[in-house]
């Protein structure tokens, strides 16, 4: 069986820019970590771009509060994000 890695790197990197360009609002809090609002479309998916943003692992989080916040609210995003349409 082959494995293309760089079919499987751009999977990966469509599914993150996906995940972070949704228009869900969440605030994800964690007693360790603070609070963040991050693009919303699941609670996982929260807590997936929290866990980013934190820089750990999003197993480490699973005991954070997800909480939805209204659209106007701002979201952090990562800095290759920024700018973009």
């Not at 609070?35 to 954070?64: F, K, M, Q």
Request: charged residues 30%; hydrophobic residues 35%.
């Amino acid at each position: 069986m082959y494995f293309d890695r760089d079919s499987y790197q751009k999977s990966v990197r469509r599914a993150r820019e996906e995940r972070w360009r949704v228009r869900g609002r969440a605030r994800v809090v964690h007693p360790k970590y603070g609070a963040v609002v991050v693009p919303h479309r699941s609670n996982y998916s929260a807590l997936l771009n929290a866990a980013e943003y934190w820089g750990c692992e999003w197993t480490d989080i699973r005991d954070a509060e997800v909480w939805a916040v209204s659209h106007s609210t701002a979201v952090v995003m990562p800095k290759e994000f920024c700018g973009r349409n």
